[in-house]
């Protein structure tokens, strides 16, 4: 789950020992503490919202970002993806908390082994390209990553699932290719339009019209104070300014798995909500063993689950520690063991311990069904479908608001279209996420009333703003990736 802000959940006085205990990070990245060991697998930001781009009404966006905190610059191997994992976008569209559709991705690595005649001898160089790159999978570049997207009908766990090849609708192929990150601007001149080629038009099984999809490197779009957020939240005014404080990833690029599908081929009949969630999977056993090019890994058994997001915060700011990792291995159906995080949840006692002398009062109403409905069941007459399920829901019959009309408090700001109902790019879910935690729901009132929530209606911001203004008005919407070179580009200064 998103874990840019949350880290908030270990910063009280007296978890102290707790923080001491988990490496610092953000968003989702490394938000419990088996997925550390595997960053290519760690999921960081998921988002679900209506195509705002013009001309995509009818369609459904999906964002699962992988691979966290990348350094721009981080060669001579940059990002590669997992070849043996299974990465997924999964959809419940009956609110049962189980996946009645599931849009799998596998990643496929080639070494061309491009080799420099050296004095008599052909030698293998150490690089990932060896010149220019302008078009796709180019002579002069040395690794190349492709994938396969395949649709699976019926629940992963169900013997009778159906699975279906997506196809490339221009071409027919299988097989999709991976622009390779954004190394510096020798080695991609112009990575905008390089980028651009390896958006694809996909032929889905089931969907009248085509699709869009996008694997590739782009510019971490999270926005968060995530330093003094960490330091017991040392933020001067947690109500003050929500545009004072600098944002610690604006500096970093992720790994997208970004696909537009037509919202009519994922509804179930009579339903005009879904909810979804991201997932990866490593095959039970990995052997390492001598083998030629990257495939280091003997893969058998079957495929566990490791990582798991839907809605932004929740395993950060509400399971606790013990449990995180079995959260990341759980799938909704079974989110009722986890239901005491959210009915009696720790983090605004956790505000009001530090924050109790300006008068932040933590909400009185456990169980707290306004975070239930947030959160497990979606909010009647907004996006309720089913639960007790911890998914991302998104009800499609409400209209997407263009870029110029989001506000990006989403729901809070009076806009249904964006988070709690989905979750947009531009949606500043820390400062949403600090607000219904300390009882904004409460005003409306979901499940609890204004009398439960002293500080319901109190401004709370981590000091970070994250605004549709940062990001592509269309398709794939997240930004390029900061390129490695030059360091100017990315602020980052030289000398000695």
């Given at each position: 789950m998103t874990c840019r802000f949350v880290r908030i959940c270990l910063l009280a006085v007296t978890l102290a020992a707790c923080v001491a205990a988990l490496p610092a990070a953000a968003?989702?990245?490394?938000?419990?503490p088996g997925i550390t060991q595997m960053p290519k697998v760690d999921g960081t930001d998921f988002y679900v919202f209506n195509s705002y781009e013009a001309g995509r009404t009818g369609y459904v966006t999906f964002i699962a970002n992988y691979v966290p905190l990348q350094d721009a610059y981080g060669g001579p191997n940059y990002f590669t993806l997992d070849p043996d994992a299974h990465y997924r976008i999964l959809i419940d569209n009956?609110?049962?908390?189980?996946?009645?559709?599931?849009?799998?991705?596998?990643?496929?690595q080639q070494l061309r082994d491009i080799q420099l005649p050296i004095h008599g001898k052909?030698?293998?160089?150490p690089l990932v390209n060896v010149g220019s790159i302008t078009s796709p999978n180019p002579a002069t570049q040395n690794v190349v990553e492709t994938y396969t997207l395949v649709k699976i009908t019926g629940a992963l766990s169900d013997s009778g699932r159906r699975v279906q090849q997506v196809l490339d609708a221009d071409t027919g192929s299988a097989r999709f290719t991976?622009?390779?990150?954004?190394?510096?601007?020798?080695s991609l001149p112009d990575y905008h339009s390089y980028a651009r080629q390896f958006i694809h038009n996909v032929a889905i099984p089931g969907c009248t019209n085509p699709g869009r999809v996008f694997v590739g490197q782009r510019h971490d779009g999270?926005?968060?104070?995530?330093?003094?957020?960490?330091?017991l939240v040392n933020i001067q005014n947690p109500l003050g300014p929500r545009d004072s404080q600098p944002n610690t990833l604006a500096d970093k690029n992720v790994t997208s798995f970004v696909l537009e599908v037509p919202a009519n081929c994922i509804l179930a009949q009579g339903k005009t909500t879904f909810g979804s969630w991201t997932t990866s999977a490593l095959p039970r056993n990995r052997v390492l063993q001598e083998a030629p090019g990257f495939k280091l890994d003997n893969e058998s058994g079957d495929f566990v689950q490791v990582s798991r997001l839907s809605a932004p915060l929740v395993n950060e700011l509400f399971i606790g520690l013990k449990d995180k990792n079995k959260f990341n291995g759980s799938q909704p159906k079974d989110d009722g063991q986890f239901a005491d995080y959210v009915t009696n949840p720790t983090l605004p006692a956790i505000l009001e311990l530090l924050f109790g002398g300006a008068g932040v009062r933590a909400p009185t109403n456990s169980p707290r069904a306004d975070l239930v409905a947030a959160f497990l069941t979606g909010v009647t007459g907004l996006?309720?479908?089913g639960g007790p399920s911890e998914m991302m829901r998104l009800n499609t019959a409400i209209a997407a608001a263009d870029a110029a009309h989001q506000n990006n408090l989403g729901v809070l700001g009076g806009d249904n279209a964006g988070f709690p109902n989905g979750r947009r790019p531009g949606d500043d879910v820390v400062d949403i996420e600090l607000r219904v935690a300390m009882g904004a729901l409460c005003l409306v009132p979901v499940g609890c009333h204004p009398a439960d929530a002293p500080s319901g209606m109190l401004p709370f911001t981590d000091g970070t703003l994250n605004d549709v203004s940062q990001f592509d008005?269309?398709?794939?919407?997240l930004k390029d990736p900061l390129p490695g070179s030059p360091n100017g580009a990315n602020g980052i200064s030289g000398g000695n």
């Open positions: 968003s989702s990245h490394r938000e419990a009956t609110g049962d908390g189980v996946e009645d559709i599931t849009f799998q991705f596998r990643v496929n052909s030698i293998s160089v991976k622009p390779i990150d954004n190394i510096g601007q020798k999270f926005a968060v104070n995530l330093g003094e957020v960490f330091d996006n309720a479908l008005p269309a398709f794939p919407y």
